[in-house]
């Protein structure tokens, strides 16, 4: 029974990493089309990437985009949490649930009505507006992970570091922010991913020629089909990511926080 279970899991591992692991070989064809197997090895496609200016800008913008949208949504987060958690608020539970309600939205409700509600103030087609649309994907996300880290805080410690004679902005830096380390950095990973990666958004209400790389990647396809270059950024950023969380799981164990266990 335990080697099947085995099995089982290696088996969804390989079906998740296949796409993946797909994409390089044809990502590095020497041909003009993607081809299983590859016409040939070449990395002129990773090369004519790198010279892509368009494709280069979009991946700053999103970036950018990204980077704003989940450091906003934990600083907002942050205090949401803490009030939904101790605060004595009248009717919390509704406040969280209101909260988190954005992602059982269909996002292309969000957008539809967003894009309605700045063409009246003002903010459609505007960066600010897309950080602000991408807040609605990042908040939720953000104030489950850290409400979560709050509710497991010990509160005879703060209780001592008070007695001690700590101020709460000392016993709030010394104590909480250590623990809910881990908490914080898996909020805004999660956040920065959610919001990298988002294209309905982005495609809805970017300005043209400010688009992100989720929607130029798409509008590339749409227009001419799958080609190595879009492959060669694929696996590209698949790497990044695999990385990015290897790098994480070493240092804060975010992989323990993923399984429960922090």
């Known amino acids: 029974m335990l080697l099947a279970l085995r099995l089982f899991i290696y088996l969804i591992v390989i079906i998740m990493l296949l796409p993946i692991m797909m994409s390089l070989p044809m990502a590095l064809t020497a041909g003009s089309y993607v081809t299983f197997p590859p016409d040939g090895l070449s990395l002129k496609w990773f090369i004519r990437m790198s010279q892509d200016l368009i494709l280069m800008e979009t991946i700053g913008r999103s970036f950018v985009l990204a980077l704003f949208a989940a450091l906003l949504g934990v600083i907002l987060s942050v205090p949401s949490a803490f009030a939904i958690e101790r605060g004595r608020l009248a009717g ?31 903010l459609a087609e505007t960066f600010a507006g897309l950080v602000i649309a991408h807040l609605l994907i990042t908040v939720p996300l953000s104030f489950r992970t850290l409400h ?12 001592s570091s008070a ?15 250590p623990h809910l380390k881990t908490f914080l950095i898996a909020a805004f990973t999660f956040a920065f991913i959610i919001s990298f990666n988002n294209v309905t958004m982005a495609l809805f209400l970017s300005a043209v020629g400010e688009r992100t790389l989720p929607v130029e990647m798409f509008n590339r396809m749409y227009v001419g089909g799958m080609t190595p270059v879009l492959l060669a950024i694929a696996f590209v950023l698949a790497v990044v990511g695999a990385v990015t969380f290897i790098v994480l799981d070493r240092t804060i164990g975010v992989l323990k926080y993923l399984s429960g266990h922090n």
């Open 92 to 122: 919390r539970t509704a406040i969280e649930t209101l909260i988190t309600s954005p992602r059982m939205i269909p996002q292309i409700v969000l957008v539809l009505a967003l894009l309605i509600f700045y063409e009246f103030i003002g």
């Open 148 to 159: 979560v880290g709050i509710s497991s805080l010990d509160r005879r410690l703060e209780w």
């Open 163 to 177: 007695i001690l004679g700590a101020s709460r902005a000392r016993t709030f830096h010394k104590i909480i922010v």
